[in-house]
């Protein structure tokens, strides 16, 4: 407040500006380049900055994480059974190592080969799903386009195996990359989409990643996040959903921590009858930092949502979670219920937590609870009181604490797979703390 | 004392009540039994002019004055009291403070004094008493956090804390264990005069057998279709509504 | 029947202390500038550390830019339109006793219903509660005699009752100019120690031009006899009040001291900017209530005053506690977070609140509790109500230093809306720095349902009666934490504000 004028501002680095979105059709090209004229020497956030306040100190835009990254080795995808792929790789889609739907009712193209009327629809409603005042660097993801990837469902269609993203980042030299997802679901119809973030190489890099999500009325799209990249990898996301009317959108987004983790899941119910669920783990160690930061605007009446978040922060680690449920004036029998829960597993550790309503209608109800705590002393007393070790009961607990989250994950590979990193995360935690 | 003529009631443009017809005289005791989603808590929200209700045609009189084109509480001040079905919770604002509020509105309205505290007090502790509320529940928000039973107890016990003309029980006695059947009934004969009346809505003839009812009304589909002395309670308890030839599910609907 | 029964039709606030007391006055000319400050003190006869004190504030404050980060609109205030010093004409000494005050004050007094005489205040309000309840809680019972009353009107403190009764127990209640004549060591020591010269804006402004206020030093071991309690009334036009409250309580000692605040009804917009610093000591405890009532505006918005206050308590002593209670029903635009220092091992810090925002205030207010020592522990009950157009934010600040080993937090906010054309929103932030702290924080947002207002009118009651209830019962939590007496015209306040004709 009154110091403002005592924090000096960064502005971004010229470096991040340059020219390019060559392969990009005229609208999609004349946009990017809008935003990059708009955000050139842009202030960065900083601890003043509402919404950065807890994570400006980990907002490090060097010049040499601008240059756009480059294949650097062969990167591991992992096989999943059961679903088409499309693997973005460094923010560019990589058509051979995707395997597609053929079928009728679904359409996944690079914006690249858009005709010339579908890529000025999308120019239109690309970054409209987002607040720009809060999340400034989702401008930077548009004004360093390369390609992106448009996702569109015609009214009534099923797809019968999730739609699994690979974005892989080559960390062997460091750079950025900016990848951009658009999905447009007609009206009634129903999808899942996964979204994991992995990468090879120990160089720093950046990820500035958008997604944005349209669904139509009666539209039903589960999306699951899994921001698995390394510490060395700073990732910047941002999910923005517009959720019509009796539409159903539930998203799982389950991180780990890095030198710089932040993501803003913003969604709009603009149609009666709509419902969101948002649930979302993240844990941090060693030094990493976390921030998810949701909004959900109740902008019509009769909408529900449900928001369950839960931290864990070990080691020296910092996690955040701000929560914002804002209902509109005349948005009369909204329904939100938001909970965070969060465990400091060390005493070094650091959770800043921010639920915030903003209520704008009388006949609605809202509720929001959110808890920093630690294990509980008397379970813990328990569980060793049976002949288990602490360590192994410590992480069971915390298991527990994230169990029930996990177990809504709809797709049992993933649930497994994020079981096992989690416990692998939790024991190892565990073990460098009693060491 | 209550007239009511060709009451048609609906709820945001679906008809519920569909010409009622009835009259209960000083000192009677009236039950309305029916199948589930008939009318009967319409019936006894209307009569005390829940505004969720629209009265689309006919008219109550209550001791020849015209009930419609009275307020809630004028209506309660008039002499009208209802147990609801569903006792609503007013969290912080204690049974006690609730009641004299009540009570010392209703006694201006009759152009007695105030009660004083001590006289209040004295009385609320023995209206506990008759339904067998500890006096702890006096402080207690009003219905905050009560049993169900608790709850219907404690409308009992505003009933005799405001000595109604007309009392209106809707189910009160669901939910209620044996004993507390009988304190309730008990709670209500005590109250019974010849210048007061009681409509007892309820499901079981059980009640009736503590709470004799002068004459029984059968509602169905948003009519009376039967009116009969205690006599009907117990052959309805016996044979079903199947009995009077009600279709279970089409009055309902 | 009525058109309507929706609960905002029976909300309507008719501010009832709007009146304006003619009574001459030596006003400054509108402005700020060093002399003002230099004026200032000279005027009151202030020792020299005391204006190096002030000037000091006026620079860091000159550096300043008003904060804006509250969620709430107004044109900014234009601090040189200020009048900075206004009194009650009176012989240059000050009243010996009440027969020497201006009557014309005094009735002011009067029918604020605040009791200057002794006597009278001796005789007391006792049993002014609803018996009833007075009964039903029959170990309360009031055991209120009295209440030492510190009346300061505009920029100067009028009068001090009881003063001699309170000197038997050591205890020093006085307004702060004269503390500063009396007991400047004192004032020298913890002026400022809580609230540093340079803490915000409006802290620093009031640090450079406050003009009066209250201090309490209670000593070592002294359980403080009676209530403490001033009333704050804004009456000259163009003035500002910038009051300047100080509270001591040394090692075990204990007090508890309630202000009340009331201004006429005008057009323009005036500013309120206190600043309030507790200190508690080894095992000490102070009891802080606020009951504000500063004029609002009207229906629509004009006028009213700004309150933008700081009020901060160290809990600086192993097991000392800091509790703070306030009712808030005035002012057009408030800003204020009582907080706690929980420096001590094992202190508590306590928020109790109860603001209620009508036509078209805005309030953002909250907490602020900083845990530093081993096992302190902190509670917050804030309880927002808003009807009309206005808009009220909880914003609140619970953090754990790593030094907290064991510290809890509970917070519970409360919103309850009335009427479709009001916000209510919550702020909260929490910050742990410390793996064996807790923090509990829970919200949330109802009206008055229908159902409950069906309950209460079908028993005869009428629906202003039942909203003015049901809120009364939402606040429950908070009003049992203030003196009973208190309570009861806390809870009378909000029926007035909640008060208005059947639609
Ligand atoms: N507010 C309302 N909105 C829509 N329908 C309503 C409303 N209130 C009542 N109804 C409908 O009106 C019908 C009559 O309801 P009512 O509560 O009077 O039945 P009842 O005879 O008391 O039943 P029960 O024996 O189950 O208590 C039901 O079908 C019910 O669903
Ligand atoms: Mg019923």
Same mark, same amino acid.
């Given at each position: 407040?009154?110091?403002?004028?005592?924090?000096?501002?960064?502005?971004?680095?010229?470096?991040?500006?340059?020219?390019?979105?060559?392969?990009?059709?005229?609208?999609?090209?004349?946009?990017?380049?809008?935003?990059?004229?708009?955000?050139?020497?842009?202030?960065?956030?900083?601890?003043?900055?509402?919404?950065?306040?807890?994570?400006?100190?980990?907002?490090?835009?060097?010049?040499?994480?601008?240059?756009?990254?480059?294949?650097?080795?062969?990167?591991?995808?992992?096989?999943?059974?059961?679903?088409?792929?499309?693997?973005?790789?460094?923010?560019?889609?990589?058509?051979?190592?995707?395997?597609?739907?053929?079928?009728?009712?679904?359409?996944?193209?690079?914006?690249?080969?858009?005709?010339?009327?579908?890529?000025?629809?999308?120019?239109?409603?690309?970054?409209?799903?987002?607040?720009?005042?809060?999340?400034?660097?989702?401008?930077?993801?548009?004004?360093?386009?390369?390609?992106?990837?448009?996702?569109?469902?015609?009214?009534?269609?099923?797809?019968?195996?999730?739609?699994?993203?690979?974005?892989?980042?080559?960390?062997?030299?460091?750079?950025?990359?900016?990848?951009?997802?658009?999905?447009?679901?007609?009206?009634?119809?129903?999808?899942?989409?996964?979204?994991?973030?992995?990468?090879?190489?120990?160089?720093?890099?950046?990820?500035?990643?958008?997604?944005?999500?349209?669904?139509?009325?009666?539209?039903?799209?589960?999306?699951?996040?899994?921001?698995?990249?390394?510490?060395?990898?700073?990732?910047?996301?941002?999910?923005?959903?517009?959720?019509?009317?009796?539409?159903?959108?539930?998203?799982?987004?389950?991180?780990?921590?890095?030198?710089?983790?932040?993501?803003?899941?913003?969604?709009?119910?603009?149609?009666?009858?709509?419902?969101?669920?948002?649930?979302?783990?993240?844990?941090?160690?060693?030094?990493?930092?976390?921030?998810?930061?949701?909004?959900?605007?109740?902008?019509?009446?009769?909408?529900?949502?449900?928001?369950?978040?839960?931290?864990?922060?070990?080691?020296?680690?910092?996690?955040?979670?701000?929560?914002?449920?804002?209902?509109?004036?005349?948005?009369?029998?909204?329904?939100?219920?938001?909970?965070?829960?969060?465990?400091?597993?060390?005493?070094?550790?650091?959770?800043?937590?921010?639920?915030?309503?903003?209520?704008?209608?009388?006949?609605?109800?809202?509720?929001?609870?959110?808890?920093?705590?630690?294990?509980?002393?008397?379970?813990?007393?328990?569980?060793?009181?049976?002949?288990?070790?602490?360590?192994?009961?410590?992480?069971?607990?915390?298991?527990?604490?994230?169990?029930?989250?996990?177990?809504?994950?709809?797709?049992?590979?993933?649930?497994?797979?994020?079981?096992?990193?989690?416990?692998?995360?939790?024991?190892?935690?565990?073990?460098?703390?009693?060491? | 004392?209550?007239?009511?003529?060709?009451?048609?009631?609906?709820?945001?443009?679906?008809?519920?009540?569909?010409?009622?017809?009835?009259?209960?005289?000083?000192?009677?005791?009236?039950?309305?039994?029916?199948?589930?989603?008939?009318?009967?808590?319409?019936?006894?929200?209307?009569?005390?002019?829940?505004?969720?209700?629209?009265?689309?045609?006919?008219?109550?009189?209550?001791?020849?004055?015209?009930?419609?084109?009275?307020?809630?509480?004028?209506?309660?001040?008039?002499?009208?009291?209802?147990?609801?079905?569903?006792?609503?919770?007013?969290?912080?604002?204690?049974?006690?403070?609730?009641?004299?509020?009540?009570?010392?509105?209703?006694?201006?309205?009759?152009?007695?004094?105030?009660?004083?505290?001590?006289?209040?007090?004295?009385?609320?502790?023995?209206?506990?008493?008759?339904?067998?509320?500890?006096?702890?529940?006096?402080?207690?928000?009003?219905?905050?956090?009560?049993?169900?039973?608790?709850?219907?107890?404690?409308?009992?016990?505003?009933?005799?804390?405001?000595?109604?003309?007309?009392?209106?029980?809707?189910?009160?006695?669901?939910?209620?264990?044996?004993?507390?059947?009988?304190?309730?009934?008990?709670?209500?004969?005590?109250?019974?005069?010849?210048?007061?009346?009681?409509?007892?809505?309820?499901?079981?003839?059980?009640?009736?057998?503590?709470?004799?009812?002068?004459?029984?009304?059968?509602?169905?589909?948003?009519?009376?279709?039967?009116?009969?002395?205690?006599?009907?309670?117990?052959?309805?308890?016996?044979?079903?509504?199947?009995?009077?030839?009600?279709?279970?599910?089409?009055?309902?609907? | 029947?009525?058109?309507?029964?929706?609960?905002?039709?029976?909300?309507?606030?008719?501010?009832?202390?709007?009146?304006?007391?003619?009574?001459?006055?030596?006003?400054?000319?509108?402005?700020?500038?060093?002399?003002?400050?230099?004026?200032?003190?000279?005027?009151?006869?202030?020792?020299?550390?005391?204006?190096?004190?002030?000037?000091?504030?006026?620079?860091?404050?000159?550096?300043?830019?008003?904060?804006?980060?509250?969620?709430?609109?107004?044109?900014?205030?234009?601090?040189?339109?200020?009048?900075?010093?206004?009194?009650?004409?009176?012989?240059?000494?000050?009243?010996?006793?009440?027969?020497?005050?201006?009557?014309?004050?005094?009735?002011?007094?009067?029918?604020?219903?605040?009791?200057?005489?002794?006597?009278?205040?001796?005789?007391?309000?006792?049993?002014?509660?609803?018996?009833?309840?007075?009964?039903?809680?029959?170990?309360?019972?009031?055991?209120?005699?009295?209440?030492?009353?510190?009346?300061?009107?505009?920029?100067?403190?009028?009068?001090?009752?009881?003063?001699?009764?309170?000197?038997?127990?050591?205890?020093?209640?006085?307004?702060?100019?004269?503390?500063?004549?009396?007991?400047?060591?004192?004032?020298?020591?913890?002026?400022?120690?809580?609230?540093?010269?340079?803490?915000?804006?409006?802290?620093?402004?009031?640090?450079?031009?406050?003009?009066?206020?209250?201090?309490?030093?209670?000593?070592?071991?002294?359980?403080?006899?009676?209530?403490?309690?001033?009333?704050?009334?804004?009456?000259?036009?163009?003035?500002?009040?910038?009051?300047?409250?100080?509270?001591?309580?040394?090692?075990?000692?204990?007090?508890?001291?309630?202000?009340?605040?009331?201004?006429?009804?005008?057009?323009?917009?005036?500013?309120?900017?206190?600043?309030?610093?507790?200190?508690?000591?080894?095992?000490?405890?102070?009891?802080?209530?606020?009951?504000?009532?500063?004029?609002?505006?009207?229906?629509?918005?004009?006028?009213?005053?700004?309150?933008?206050?700081?009020?901060?308590?160290?809990?600086?002593?192993?097991?000392?506690?800091?509790?703070?209670?306030?009712?808030?029903?005035?002012?057009?635009?408030?800003?204020?977070?009582?907080?706690?220092?929980?420096?001590?091992?094992?202190?508590?810090?306590?928020?109790?609140?109860?603001?209620?925002?009508?036509?078209?205030?805005?309030? !953002?207010?909250?907490?602020?509790?900083?845990?530093? %020592?081993?096992? *302190?522990?902190?509670? @917050?009950?804030? =309880?927002?109500? /808003? &009807?009309?157009?206005?808009?009220?934010?909880?914003?609140?600040?619970?953090?754990?230093?790593?030094?907290?080993?064991?510290?809890?937090?509970?917070?519970?906010? !409360?919103?309850?809306?009335?009427?479709?054309?009001? %916000?209510?929103? *919550?702020?909260?932030? @929490?910050?742990? =720095?410390?793996? /064996? &702290?807790?923090?509990?924080?829970?919200?949330?947002?109802?009206?008055?349902?229908?159902?409950?207002?069906?309950?209460?009118?079908?028993?005869?009651?009428?629906?202003?009666?039942?909203?003015?209830?049901?809120?009364? %019962?939402?606040?429950?939590?908070?009003?049992?934490?203030?003196?009973?007496?208190? &309570?009861?015209?806390?809870?009378?306040?909000?029926?007035?504000?909640?008060?208005?004709?059947?639609?």
């Amino acid at each position: 407040m009154t110091l403002a004028h005592k924090t000096p501002l960064t502005p971004l680095d010229d470096a991040f500006t340059p020219e390019g979105g060559k392969q990009l059709p005229a609208p999609l090209k004349s946009l990017r380049d809008i935003r990059s004229k708009a955000i050139t020497g842009m202030a960065l956030p900083n601890r003043r900055t509402e919404n950065w306040k807890y994570s400006s100190r980990y907002l490090k835009l060097d010049p040499e994480l601008a240059p756009q990254t480059q294949a650097t080795g062969d990167a591991d995808y992992r096989s999943v059974e059961g679903v088409y792929r499309l693997v973005i790789r460094n923010g560019l889609v990589d058509l051979e190592s995707s395997a597609l739907p053929t079928g009728d009712g679904i359409d996944i193209r690079r914006f690249a080969d858009l005709d010339d009327v579908t890529a000025q629809s999308v120019a239109r409603k690309l970054d409209t799903t987002l607040d720009h005042g809060t999340t400034q660097l989702a401008a930077l993801n548009t004004a360093r386009l390369e390609d992106g990837v448009l996702i569109r469902l015609s009214a009534d269609t099923s797809v019968d195996q999730p739609v699994y993203i690979q974005y892989v980042t080559d960390a062997g030299a460091s750079g950025s990359n900016y990848p951009r997802v658009m999905v447009e679901a007609g009206q009634g119809s129903k999808m899942t989409l996964v979204e994991e973030y992995i990468s090879n190489g120990d160089q720093p890099v950046l990820v500035d990643s958008v997604s944005e999500l349209l669904l139509d009325d009666s539209a039903n799209i589960t999306y699951i996040r899994l921001c698995m990249d390394p510490a060395n990898v700073r990732h910047i996301g941002a999910t923005g959903v517009k959720v019509g009317a009796n539409a159903r959108f539930d998203s799982h987004c389950i991180g780990f921590g890095g030198d710089l983790r932040r993501h803003d899941l913003q969604v709009r119910l603009e149609g009666q009858g709509g419902y969101a669920r948002l649930n979302g783990i993240a844990l941090t160690q060693d030094r990493q930092h976390y921030d998810n930061h949701t909004a959900i605007d109740h902008v019509v009446p009769n909408c529900d949502s449900d928001e369950n978040y839960r931290c864990l922060a070990a080691d020296r680690s910092h996690a955040i979670f701000n929560g914002r449920i804002h209902i509109h004036p005349d948005a009369q029998q909204s329904h939100a219920d938001m909970n965070n829960k969060n465990l400091l597993l060390s005493t070094n550790a650091e959770i800043d937590t921010k639920p915030e309503l903003e209520i704008y209608a009388d006949d609605v109800t809202c509720a929001h609870g959110a808890t920093v705590g630690q294990l509980d002393e008397g379970s813990l007393f328990y569980l060793t009181s049976r002949g288990i070790d602490r360590d192994t009961a410590a992480t069971m607990l915390s298991m527990a604490f994230v169990h029930e989250l996990v177990g809504q994950v709809p797709l049992e590979d993933i649930r497994e797979a994020v079981n096992t990193r989690l416990t692998d995360f939790i024991e190892a935690s565990f073990r460098r703390a009693a060491e | 004392m209550l007239t009511i003529k060709n009451l048609h009631a609906s709820v945001e443009g679906t008809p519920i009540l569909k010409g009622i017809n009835l009259e209960i005289k000083p000192g009677e005791v009236h039950a309305v039994m029916g199948p589930n989603g008939s009318g009967k808590s319409t019936l006894a929200q209307v009569l005390v002019g829940h505004e969720a209700f629209e009265v689309t045609e006919g008219e109550i009189l209550f001791d020849g004055q015209n009930l419609l084109e009275l307020e809630v509480e004028e209506r309660a001040l008039a002499g009208l009291f209802l147990a609801f079905q569903y006792p609503v919770e007013i969290p912080g604002v204690s049974n006690l403070q609730f009641l004299r509020t009540a009570l010392n509105t209703l006694r201006k309205h009759h152009g007695q004094d105030e009660l004083d505290a001590p006289s209040f007090m004295k009385l609320a502790k023995e209206k506990a008493k008759q339904v067998d509320l500890s006096p702890d529940f006096l402080k207690r928000g009003v219905n905050e956090g009560f049993s169900g039973g608790e709850k219907k107890r404690n409308e009992i016990m505003q009933m005799l804390m405001m000595e109604p003309r007309l009392g209106i029980l809707d189910e009160t006695d669901s939910g209620l264990d044996i004993d507390a059947l009988k304190t309730i009934a008990n709670g209500v004969n005590t109250l019974r005069a010849d210048d007061r009346s009681f409509l007892v809505v309820t499901h079981y003839q059980r009640l009736l057998n503590h709470i004799v009812p002068d004459v029984v009304h059968v509602l169905a589909n948003g009519q009376i279709i039967k009116t009969g002395d205690k006599q009907l309670a117990m052959e309805l308890e016996e044979h079903g509504y199947g009995w009077l030839g009600i279709n279970e599910a089409e009055a309902a609907g | 029947m009525a058109e309507s029964n929706k609960p905002e039709d029976f909300v309507k606030h008719e501010y009832e202390a709007g009146f304006v007391t003619d009574i001459e006055s030596d006003t400054f000319e509108p402005g700020l500038n060093e002399d003002v400050i230099k004026r200032l003190s000279q005027i009151k006869g202030e020792p020299e550390w005391m204006l190096e004190w002030r000037l000091e504030a006026y620079r860091q404050f000159q550096e300043m830019t008003e904060p804006n980060w509250q969620k709430v609109n107004f044109d900014p205030v234009d601090l040189q339109s200020i009048s900075y010093y206004s009194a009650p004409k009176k012989d240059t000494d000050k009243p010996q006793s009440l027969d020497e005050v201006d009557p014309e004050l005094l009735r002011t007094y009067e029918k604020l219903g605040i009791p200057l005489h002794e006597q009278k205040a001796l005789a007391g309000v006792a049993g002014a509660g609803t018996p009833a309840e007075a009964e039903a809680s029959s170990e309360g019972g009031g055991a209120y005699s009295n209440v030492a009353v510190d009346a300061v009107f505009d920029s100067v403190s009028v009068v001090t009752t009881f003063k001699e009764k309170l000197a038997e127990a050591g205890v020093i209640f006085c307004s702060i100019s004269e503390a500063l004549q009396e007991h400047p060591e004192l004032v020298k020591k913890y002026l400022g120690s809580v609230v540093p010269r340079g803490d915000n804006y409006f802290a620093s402004l009031n640090s450079a031009v406050f003009s009066d206020g209250s201090f309490v030093y209670v000593p070592k071991g002294v359980k403080c006899p009676m209530e403490l309690s001033t009333y704050f009334r804004i009456n000259a036009e163009n003035t500002g009040q910038f009051e300047r409250t100080l509270i001591i309580a040394d090692e075990g000692a204990s007090v508890s001291y309630l202000e009340g605040c009331t201004a006429p009804q005008r057009d323009e917009n005036q500013l309120h900017a206190a600043v309030v610093e507790l200190v508690a000591l080894d095992d000490a405890e102070i009891k802080y209530s606020t009951v504000q009532n500063w004029y609002p505006g009207d229906e629509n918005g004009n006028g009213g005053i700004f309150n933008f206050v700081t009020k901060r308590g160290m809990a600086r002593g192993r097991n000392s506690k800091i509790s703070w209670t306030q009712v808030e029903t005035g002012s057009a635009v408030t800003w204020k977070y009582p907080s706690c220092v929980l420096k001590g091992d094992n202190s508590v810090g306590e928020f109790y609140s109860v603001a209620l925002t009508n036509n078209y205030q805005q309030a !953002d207010t909250g907490t602020k509790m900083i845990h530093l %020592g081993k096992n *302190t522990r902190s509670t @917050i009950i804030a =309880k927002g109500i /808003s &009807a009309g157009h206005s808009d009220q934010s909880y914003r609140g600040l619970v953090k754990f230093q790593p030094t907290a080993e064991g510290a809890r937090n509970f917070t519970q906010c !409360d919103s309850l809306l009335i009427g479709d054309k009001c %916000g209510a929103h *919550t702020f909260p932030y @929490i910050e742990n =720095k410390n793996s /064996s &702290a807790t923090v509990e924080h829970e919200a949330t947002t109802s009206k008055v349902s229908d159902e409950q207002m069906l309950f209460c009118r079908q028993r005869g009651i009428d629906p202003e009666q039942a909203v003015s209830m049901i809120v009364n %019962g939402f606040c429950k939590e908070v009003f049992k934490e203030l003196p009973m007496e208190f &309570a009861v015209e806390a809870g009378k306040l909000l029926e007035v504000s909640l008060e208005g004709s059947v639609g």
